[in-house]
């Protein structure tokens, strides 16, 4: 089991940053794949970034390639995702997930097990 934790979300102007966190916590929270999702008003809920067990390696959507940076801590448990150059249509509920499962597609959100409540991020233009 994962619990799942975010927080950071706000207000913001376009072209500010925002940063938020994950807290993970459960036994297996260390082997999880950990991604951000964010679901806008009336969309599906889409992928944004995830980041491997170990080693860092990373996978961007392209809307938020060479704006936003995932990265964890595994000491403390946390993912962060640091969005800078903001957009009005980064406006979305943000979501952290979490798997144990082997996939090909981290992309899918079905591929994920664990997610958190998530946090509102409103960018105004």
């Known amino acids: 089991q994962v619990q799942l934790v975010e927080s950071g979300g706000g207000l913001v102007q376009a072209g500010g940053s925002l940063r938020l966190s994950c807290a993970a916590s459960?036994?297996?929270?260390?082997?999880?794949?950990m991604a951000w999702f964010r679901q806008a008003p009336g969309k599906e809920r889409e992928f944004v970034a995830h980041?491997?067990?170990?080693?860092?390696?990373?996978y961007y959507e392209d809307s938020v390639k060479g704006r936003f940076t995932i990265s964890r801590d595994n000491a403390k448990n946390t993912v962060y995702l640091q969005m800078n150059s903001l957009k009005p249509e980064d406006t979305a509920v943000y979501y952290c997930?979490?798997?144990?499962?082997?996939?090909?597609?981290?992309?899918?959100?079905?591929?994920?097990?664990?997610w958190g409540q998530g946090t509102q991020v409103t960018v105004s233009s």
């Open positions: 997930a979490a798997t144990l499962a082997l996939s090909t597609n981290y992309r899918n959100r079905y591929e994920y097990d664990y």
């Open positions: 459960g036994r297996t929270a260390a082997s999880s794949v």
């Open positions: 980041i491997s067990r170990n080693f860092g390696i990373t």
